[in-house]
């Protein structure tokens, strides 16, 4: 049982934006920044979004997050074949003192 | 570039002691930033295991912190990780990062440790 909440699953197809959230609460979204990794099977995570909206060199701007009290979100648009992968969202825990993760969304480009 | 590299023993026993060491070229470990272990195990989500930082702060995942220490070893531009009395559900690729006490920027590419007799 992850800390965040994240839909098991999302889709969408060639050229669409798709969105996938990610729920927490008090203790951790609402004070502290949201982080977004990308992960494609057999490989490291990726640092895609940090500290809730900053994309890292070299992330397309295709790639957006954002946050809103108890949830924070991931947008990608222009949807595109290679996006096909795994995105966790995390955060820093105040109550536990330590980063949580959500159990991750596994897009599927249709 | 900034590179890490996990090393270590693939399979341990249960009840003994994983033991992992993650090198650090293209920056000093001594360098403002904390160094962080991660793991997932096969076919789950990402775990956050611990972070470090060389002037001595450090954080541990509360589920793992009576068996985890975590150091950082500044002449060798390397940090590690022991846990001790492994199970079954200790099996997991570890991944070590660049990065803060909230997240990895730079990430290893992983390890796989299975915990089996």
């Known amino acids: 049982q992850s800390v965040l909440t994240q839909p098991p699953s999302a889709s969408g197809t060639p050229g669409q934006r798709v969105t996938m959230s990610c729920s927490g609460s008090?203790?951790?979204?609402?004070?502290?920044?949201v982080y977004w990794y990308q992960q494609f099977p057999g490989t490291a995570p990726k640092l895609l979004i940090y500290r809730n909206n900053q994309r890292p060199s070299g992330v397309p701007d295709r790639f957006s997050g954002s946050k809103s009290v108890t949830s924070a979100s991931l947008a990608i648009s222009g949807l595109r074949s290679e996006d096909e992968a795994f995105y966790y969202c995390a955060t820093w825990d105040d109550n536990l003192n330590g980063q949580v993760f959500g159990g991750g969304t596994k897009l599927t480009v249709l | 570039q900034v590179q890490l590299q996990e090393s270590g023993p693939g399979l341990v026993k249960p009840s003994e002691t994983l033991s992992l060491t993650c090198s650090v070229s293209g920056l000093s470990i001594t360098s403002n930033y904390y160094w962080v272990w991660f793991r997932q195990p096969p076919g789950k989500g990402l775990e956050w295991v611990g972070s470090?930082?060389?002037?001595?702060?450090?954080y541990y995942s509360p589920s793992l912190k009576s068996r985890l220490t975590i150091s950082v070893h500044t002449s060798r531009d390397q940090f590690s990780l022991r846990l001790n009395f492994v199970t079954a559900a200790d099996t997991a690729v570890y991944y070590c990062a660049r990065g803060s006490h909230d997240y990895g920027d730079v990430w290893g590419r992983g390890t796989l440790v299975t915990v089996s007799s």
């Open positions: 008090t203790s951790n979204i609402v004070t502290n920044f």
């Open positions: 470090i930082h060389h002037a001595g702060s450090v």
